[in-house]
């Protein structure tokens, strides 16, 4: 990722003095070691990001991830003046009735379609980053192209 | 004909959200001038049901004359209802963040960032003017056609009574939980901080909202370079300025930012800063800042040199107070009063 240009913000005394300090510091711990070259390997690595499922999935994923859990006590709505309040009675009684078994059942459709989903999310970061790296190779072909175009000895740049 | 009445919609009111507490500013500022003011949003948080009204409302309140500005950071149909209302319209441009920094971490957050951009260059032939929080922002509107262009930066004081009590070694990062504001620089500088201050360490506030993937990678790096840094997501605004009286430096690293509100908070609250010079933050730190590149190794050394120096703190200090002196409620209602004057808002 890049960032956004530099303001041209003018840079002041104090400033430029303390960053050139602090660049002489960085010089000096290097030089010493206490940036070990170990160190500072370590601190470059990027960032490993587990990308979002989604840029893989589509647009659709989050309306996955929401409905994914299947719940047996939805709510009870009836707006219907005067018999409503009779027919939300008569819903809550059904349902009651009837959770030794459906209770059950969605459980289990909940608990399939979350390992569905978790199979889905991790097909979906592979694929992100499986065409990442595609993407990378063909830069690098085309950097080894170049370089044989230009007579150099392929590979003598090193990989961008 | 005078101004009688100045509202403001948006997609979402929510607290502690830096559009919504602008907005929440910029009633306060209308009020003060006289006006009317509403804030209508397609969503309203329910702790801010008194103050937010349903964007349904919006068109039997607002009237023609009147001046309805909508903050611009996501194309919504909340913007389509403005464009269909026969105010004068405002465009507050919220410097959308651009697409690219939302590879990987959010999918929906990348397109709509893009139908944002994308559909910036048609918004200028709706909107009679265009309000910046910078001005880097308002660089970003050349040529795209709007008549009439104004800076109004955010008031940023902090509570009365308000009193710092900084902790040693403590460094502060506000924001959201975001790539943009590149959190990752901090976390390095701050395992470089501590191969010579072991004591040092670093709070990071700020929502990390629909950027699980990247939250998740900053927690892992962390962890992995004992970086002696907290994340410690979303606060109150209580805890935030508990935050911010014990920290003893804020590092503010962003490579992306319309303005960037904490960076102002912080220095309005007399904390020295250590900053990017990236976007509007060079702006916004005007000299109250330090600025450094991007070099986690040239960050920490800043940050060490300001943790161990009592005096350059305390210069820090003082030039941060100075520099957000600019940013005061007073300075908003000047720069709202400049543009709104022709319009007929009553001196």
């Not at chain 2, 975001?178 to 501590?194: D, F, G, H, S, T």
């Not at chain 2, 590092?251 to 908070?265: C, D, K, R, T």
Request: glycine residues 6%.
């Amino acid at each position: 990722m890049t960032s956004t240009p530099p303001d041209d913000a003018p840079v002041d005394a104090l400033e430029a003095s303390l960053v050139a300090r602090a660049r002489a510091a960085v010089a000096d711990k290097i030089a010493r070691g206490v940036y070990s070259p170990e160190f500072l390997a370590l601190l470059n690595e990027p960032l490993e990001i587990r990308p979002d499922p989604a840029f893989a999935a589509g647009p659709t994923w989050p309306e996955a991830v929401r409905t994914a859990e299947v719940t047996p006590d939805p709510p009870i709505i009836s707006t219907r003046p005067v018999v409503g309040p009779v027919l939300r009675a008569l819903k809550r009684l059904v349902r009651r009735s009837l959770r030794w078994y459906l209770a059950p059942v969605t459980a289990q459709v909940s608990s399939h379609n979350q390992a569905v989903l978790e199979v889905l999310a991790e097909h979906s970061r592979q694929i992100v980053e499986m065409r990442r790296e595609v993407d990378r190779l063909r830069r690098r072909v085309v950097e080894l192209e170049t370089e044989v175009l230009r007579g150099a000895p392929p590979g003598s740049a090193p990989p961008g | 004909m005078s101004l009688r009445a100045a509202h403001q919609a948006m997609p979402a009111l929510s607290p502690g959200d830096g559009i919504g507490n602008y907005a929440l500013r910029l009633r306060d500022v209308f009020r003060a001038l006289g006006l009317r003011s509403e804030i209508f949003a397609g969503s309203v948080h329910p702790s801010l049901r008194d103050v937010g009204r349903p964007i349904a409302e919006m068109p039997a309140a607002v009237q023609p004359g009147d001046a309805l500005l909508y903050h611009y950071a996501i194309t919504s149909a909340e913007l389509d209802a403005v464009v269909a209302t026969p105010a004068r319209r405002v465009l507050v441009y919220q410097n959308p963040t651009p697409p690219e920094w939302f590879e990987l971490v959010s999918a929906r957050n990348q397109r709509s960032a893009r139908e944002a951009w994308a559909a910036l260059p048609g918004l200028a032939e709706h909107f009679e003017a265009a309000v910046t929080l910078s001005r880097y922002s308002q660089r970003a509107l050349d040529g795209l056609g709007f008549a009439v262009r104004a800076v109004w930066a955010p008031a940023v004081a902090p509570p009365v009574g308000w009193q710092r009590s900084p902790a040693p070694g403590l460094v502060l990062g506000v924001g959201r939980i975001v790539p943009n504001k590149r959190w990752e620089l901090l976390i390095r500088a701050m395992a470089a901080l501590r191969r010579t201050r072991p004591q040092a360490r670093c709070e990071l506030l700020g929502n990390p909202e629909e950027m699980e993937p990247y939250a998740a990678a900053l927690q892992a790096l962390a962890q992995r370079l004992d970086s002696g840094t907290t994340l410690r997501g979303k606060v109150p605004d209580a805890e935030l300025e508990q935050a911010y009286a014990r920290c003893a430096v804020m590092a503010f690293p962003s490579g992306h930012e319309g303005f960037g509100v904490p960076l102002a908070e912080a220095m309005a609250r007399g904390i020295p800063v250590v900053a990017s010079r990236h976007a509007a933050v060079a702006e916004v730190s005007g000299g109250g800042g330090l600025l450094c590149s991007d070099d986690p190794l040239e960050i920490a050394e800043v940050l060490g040199l300001v943790l161990d120096d009592a005096e350059l703190a305390h210069t820090m200090a003082a030039r941060s107070r100075q520099r957000a002196a600019e940013y005061s409620p007073a300075a908003l209602a000047d720069a709202v009063r400049r543009t709104l004057g022709p319009w007929g808002l009553a001196s």
